[in-house]
């Protein structure tokens, strides 16, 4: 069964960089049927969806965000990775990643989220 | 993007049905049968229930079902039971090559 798990700090500085990372077990990154996507959730609010990103490299973000984010994928390390860079306090959320099904555009799989707060 | 839009709250009594709409654009959930339901508990990862606006998944409840009419999808919930008290989000493709969520419902079972 394939499995997402989210890593990085949890707590940030504003105007420095979010760097998260989403680690895949039981399956490849590297299938043709998915896309790899990032979601985030501030507190008591609700979904938004930030970007994806295909095995190949091809990324699609979220147009509120896209001058602020970067997403990449490791294929020998089976992971992708999330820059939000130039951090305000309403960055503040839980951020999920989620394996993405192409043909469906489903998130079908998902991590269990990880607590990003954005503090001095 | 807009979010897509959703009542704030629903809520019934076990047994009964309830109907959660989310409404989009023709950009959006009017031109895609790409519209998917996720159910959330609190302090949980959201959890697929419907996709393909009518689909649902191994294992979930037939209990669960999906519609849409021109820009809007409804997510139906019938028999209700305790378990299903949970935020609802909705998600569309859209022209643009994004995805996008609803703002979410909160269903409260009586």
């Known amino acids: 069964q394939l499995q997402l798990q989210e890593s990085g700090p949890g707590l940030v500085k504003p105007s420095e960089t979010l760097s998260l990372s989403c680690a895949v077990s039981?399956?490849?990154?590297?299938?043709?049927?998915?896309?790899w996507g990032w979601i985030r959730q501030p507190p008591g609010k609700g979904l938004e969806w930030i970007g994806s990103l295909y095995y190949s490299g091809s990324t699609y973000y979220n147009p509120s965000l896209k001058s602020r984010v970067a997403i990449s994928v490791d294929t020998p390390q089976n992971q992708f990775s999330l820059k939000l860079y130039s951090v305000i306090a309403a960055d503040t959320a839980v951020y999920f990643c989620?394996?993405?099904?192409?043909?469906?555009?489903?998130?079908?799989?998902w991590g269990q989220g990880t607590m990003v707060t954005v503090s001095s | 993007q807009s979010a897509l839009t959703q009542p704030a709250s629903v809520s019934g009594s076990p047994g009964q049905s309830i109907t959660i709409s989310c409404t989009g654009t023709?950009?959006?959930?009017?031109?895609?049968?790409?519209v998917s339901w996720y159910r959330q508990h609190p302090g949980k990862a959201p959890k697929v229930m419907i996709y393909d606006v009518t689909k649902r998944p191994s294992g979930v409840s037939n209990r669960f079902s999906g519609s849409k009419s021109g820009n809007t999808a409804s997510l139906t919930i019938s028999g209700l039971q305790a378990e299903d008290e949970a935020d609802y989000y909705c998600s569309s493709y859209t022209s643009s090559t994004t995805w996008v969520f609803g703002g979410g419902t909160k269903l409260t079972v009586l």
């Open positions: 039981g399956g490849s990154i590297s299938s043709t049927t998915y896309y």
């Open positions: 023709s950009s959006d959930v009017g031109s895609y049968y790409y």
């Open positions: 989620a394996r993405h099904l192409r043909d469906h555009d489903v998130f079908d799989i």
